[in-house]
């Protein structure tokens, strides 16, 4: 049994909530938690399908004095310390879905040479990834694109734009609708985390390959 009950309607409404300390006041008692829950089961599977060790990581948005935050996270990185220099998976929410991860953000060192060894695996990765996932270029926006419109051209563009571009990222994996059925189904929503996570397994593979 998994101590994630699932989400609610009042989840994404947090992020309405106005002001910094009454918004993180509600993340902190609602969503946090929820996010701990769902990545502490799900931190097993991901040492296991990566072969290292995975700590899972809850978003604090410790640095944020005035602007409350629009979406929170917790991230799975091989590291007890710290996640953000290093490729790791990410389950989150925004006011208006959840997100499924695999990221590689600005801060990684990694980010340069991993983008020449996507480009190097471009035929693989278009071929592997399923159409209804999603590319993103950057963490703090919820926009993202369609892997099915990722044609030859953009999948050059995203790569390109991560090896020169110095706060450019790459995430890829899958967005949930708030109000789709599989969000209340905490197995149900586990087992996607799961799925989403194998499927993205051969991008975080490439990472080792920088070691």
Not at 51 to 76: C, I, Q, S, Y
Not at 94 to 110: N, R
Not at 138 to 159: L, Q, R, W
């Amino acid at each position: 049994m998994t101590n994630f009950k699932g989400f609610t309607q009042r989840d994404f409404d947090v992020f309405t909530i106005p002001g910094l300390e009454n918004r993180m006041e509600a993340l902190k008692e609602h969503i946090s938690p929820k996010l701990e829950a769902i990545a502490s089961e799900l931190a097993p599977d991901a040492t296991a399908m990566t072969g290292d060790e995975m700590f899972v990581h809850v978003a604090r948005h410790a640095r944020r004095k005035t602007n409350p935050p629009n979406d929170t996270w917790a991230a799975l990185a091989s590291n007890k310390r710290g996640y953000k220099k290093l490729p790791h998976f990410q389950i989150g929410l925004w006011e208006t879905h959840v997100f499924i991860w695999f990221a590689v953000i600005y801060e990684s060192p990694i980010k340069e040479n991993y983008a020449d060894t996507l480009q190097s695996h471009k035929k693989e990765i278009m071929n592997h990834i399923p159409d209804h996932f999603v590319w993103s270029g950057d963490h703090t926006k919820p926009e993202a694109i369609s892997h099915g419109e990722v044609d030859s051209d953009k999948f050059d563009a995203m790569t390109d734009r991560l090896k020169n571009v110095k706060k450019a990222e790459i995430l890829c994996g899958q967005q949930i609708e708030r109000n789709d059925s599989r969000l209340k189904d905490p197995e149900g929503f586990i087992n996607l985390c799961r799925d989403t996570f194998q499927t993205l397994e051969p991008l975080y593979r490439y990472t080792k390959k920088l070691d």
